[in-house]
């Protein structure tokens, strides 16, 4: 059953952090056309072995990625310990399609969780509940297996509940021998394959029996659509914690069919693919990732952002750049994101924001003629207001340019046609 009152205790970090960092990594890396591969090429087995035995990411070295997130801001990480392609990153004794069997020899999935815990940061798991290497998982006819549309396996037989035995126990693997997980991402649900098809209330029971603290994604119901039973008055008991949009950020936030406030988590990547993809440069500016953690705070959301290592181990130097700059602008700036959430002030026309009790945060990322007004908020009310990068006192303006607006509340921040923050500067306002 559904415990409202643990749920919400579990949350409590989920909702205070607000910013992760997804890896997608595996032996997809080295093809470098995305983690679909197998499917999107129809690639057999045979076909794809050549990366097992190639596979032996020398520059791996966590402790970068580790140090590089904690420098972006970013307070939990999510690795992919298994993707669809079944290749395990960790010493699994269920099957030998892992990475200790590799060159490497390596079980990259404790190296991480070591690397990151060290830095502080929390640590979660993608497990793909798809496995487009185990005999057992339906082969013809998925939607989505590499296999789906080949004549050789019409008709083939697929114990699934030896899937489910062997799925499970994996699952159970990385729940007992890995100490305390923060989060598991299972991925995905899609046609009939969902819930208890996945034989999901067990699953559920024995990953909180060994992980009882564990926030868990949405999508042993759904997929990056779909919000699943979360957002009903009755979960499931497999029904996740929050709702998991994939490439978008939800125009008006999400709310539950009574409308309170729902928790979810943007998962988005810094260009167009997940794994590593040599010939993809669509990066997004920094600019547009900093606003866009903005915006999923100022609608209660949490935003997971991805980077795909390359099979040496090496994340992408754009991606790098891109979170160096992310954290230089929380590095002054992250008051107005951690332990922040939405503002009950409707979104004002030049810029977001975001509140944590009696501080609210005015991102203004478009400047004035002049004074900033701060909507929404009354003279009377405020305490005092800062810029949030170096503390200065902002006073409220009060004089002959502003005085036709008595509603709003005027401060300036720059005596230039710029501002301050090109991108976003946030103003701190204290109210009473
Ligand atoms: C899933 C994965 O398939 C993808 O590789 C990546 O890990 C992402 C974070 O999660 O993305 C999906 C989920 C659902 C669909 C397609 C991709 N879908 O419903 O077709």
Same mark, same amino acid.
């Given at each position: 059953?559904?415990?409202?009152?643990?749920?919400?205790?579990?949350?409590?970090?989920?909702?205070?952090?607000?910013?992760?960092?997804?890896?997608?990594?595996?032996?997809?890396?080295?093809?470098?056309?995305?983690?679909?591969?197998?499917?999107?090429?129809?690639?057999?087995?045979?076909?794809?072995?050549?990366?097992?035995?190639?596979?032996?990411?020398?520059?791996?070295?966590?402790?970068?990625?580790? @140090?590089?997130?904690?420098?972006?801001? *970013?307070?939990?990480?999510?690795?992919?310990?298994?993707?669809?392609?079944?290749?395990?990153?960790?010493?699994?004794?269920?099957?030998?399609? #892992?990475?200790?069997?590799?060159?490497?020899?390596?079980?990259?999935?404790?190296?991480?969780?070591?690397?990151?815990?060290?830095?502080?940061? #929390?640590?979660?798991?993608?497990?793909?509940?798809?496995?487009?290497?185990?005999?057992?998982?339906?082969?013809?006819?998925?939607?989505?297996?590499? *296999?789906?549309?080949?004549?050789?396996?019409?008709?083939?037989?697929?114990?699934?509940?030896?899937?489910?035995?062997?799925?499970?126990?994996?699952?159970?693997?990385?729940?007992?021998?890995?100490?305390?997980?923060?989060?598991?991402?299972?991925?995905?649900?899609?046609?009939?394959? #969902?819930?208890?098809?996945?034989?999901?209330?067990?699953?559920?029971?024995?990953?909180?029996?060994?992980?009882?603290?564990?926030?868990?994604?949405?999508?042993?119901?759904?997929?990056?659509?779909?919000?699943?039973?979360?957002?009903?008055?009755?979960?499931?008991?497999?029904?996740?914690?929050?709702?998991?949009?994939?490439?978008?950020?939800?125009?008006?936030?999400?709310?539950?069919?009574?409308?309170?406030?729902?928790?979810?988590?943007?998962?988005?990547? *810094?260009?167009?693919?997940?794994?590593?993809?040599?010939?993809?440069?669509?990066?997004?500016?920094?600019?547009?990732?900093?606003?866009?953690?903005?915006?999923?705070?100022?609608?209660?959301?949490?935003?997971?952002?991805?980077?795909?290592?390359?099979?040496?181990?090496?994340?992408?130097?754009?991606?790098?750049?891109?979170?160096?700059?992310?954290?230089?602008?929380?590095?002054?700036?992250?008051?107005?994101?951690?332990?922040?959430?939405?503002?009950?002030?409707?979104?004002?026309?030049?810029?977001?924001?975001?509140?944590?009790?009696? @501080?609210?945060?005015?991102?203004?990322?478009?400047?004035?003629?002049?004074?900033?007004?701060?909507?929404?908020?009354?003279?009377?009310?405020?305490? #005092?207001?800062?810029?949030?990068?170096?503390?200065?006192?902002?006073?409220?303006?009060?004089?002959?340019?502003?005085?036709?607006?008595?509603?709003?509340?005027?401060?300036?921040?720059?005596?230039?046609?710029?501002?301050?923050?090109?991108?976003?500067?946030?103003?701190?306002?204290?109210?009473?």
């Amino acid at each position: 059953m559904f415990n409202r009152e643990m749920y919400n205790k579990r949350m409590e970090w989920f909702k205070n952090d607000r910013f992760g960092m997804f890896i997608h990594w595996g032996l997809y890396s080295i093809p470098a056309r995305g983690e679909w591969i197998r499917s999107t090429e129809r690639m057999s087995i045979k076909d794809y072995e050549q990366y097992f035995e190639e596979f032996n990411p020398e520059s791996f070295e966590p402790e970068v990625w580790a @140090k590089l997130a904690k420098e972006a801001g *970013m307070k939990y990480a999510v690795l992919t310990a298994k993707h669809h392609d079944g290749f395990c990153l960790f010493d699994t004794k269920l099957t030998e399609y #892992k990475s200790t069997n590799t060159k490497s020899g390596r079980d990259f999935v404790r190296e991480y969780l070591e690397a990151f815990r060290k830095e502080g940061i #929390k640590v979660g798991l993608y497990f793909s509940l798809i496995d487009w290497h185990h005999p057992d998982y339906p082969h013809y006819k998925d939607m989505h297996h590499p *296999m789906r549309d080949n004549k050789e396996y019409e008709g083939k037989v697929h114990n699934f509940d030896n899937y489910l035995e062997f799925m499970h126990a994996q699952v159970k693997e990385l729940c007992t021998e890995y100490g305390k997980l923060d989060m598991m991402w299972f991925d995905f649900s899609y046609g009939d394959m #969902k819930g208890e098809k996945w034989q999901a209330d067990k699953l559920m029971k024995m990953v909180r029996t060994y992980q009882p603290d564990i926030i868990v994604d949405n999508r042993l119901e759904v997929s990056g659509e779909g919000f699943g039973s979360i957002a009903t008055q009755n979960p499931t008991s497999y029904s996740g914690d929050y709702v998991s949009p994939e490439q978008i950020i939800p125009p008006n936030g999400l709310f539950d069919e009574e409308g309170n406030e729902l928790a979810w988590e943007a998962c988005i990547t *810094m260009n167009d693919n997940w794994g590593y993809t040599a010939l993809d440069k669509n990066f997004k500016p920094a600019s547009t990732i900093i606003k866009k953690l903005v915006e999923c705070v100022s609608k209660n959301g949490n935003m997971l952002l991805n980077i795909g290592p390359d099979a040496n181990g090496r994340i992408p130097k754009e991606s790098v750049q891109i979170l160096k700059e992310i954290g230089s602008w929380m590095k002054y700036n992250n008051k107005s994101i951690y332990g922040c959430k939405a503002s009950s002030i409707p979104k004002p026309e030049n810029g977001r924001i975001t509140q944590n009790g009696k @501080k609210i945060y005015y991102h203004v990322m478009e400047n004035s003629i002049g004074y900033i007004p701060l909507y929404g908020i009354k003279t009377g009310e405020v305490e #005092k207001i800062r810029l949030l990068y170096d503390g200065t006192e902002l006073k409220i303006v009060n004089n002959w340019i502003v005085n036709n607006y008595p509603d709003i509340v005027f401060v300036n921040i720059s005596k230039t046609p710029y501002l301050p923050d090109s991108i976003d500067t946030v103003v701190e306002v204290t109210i009473k």
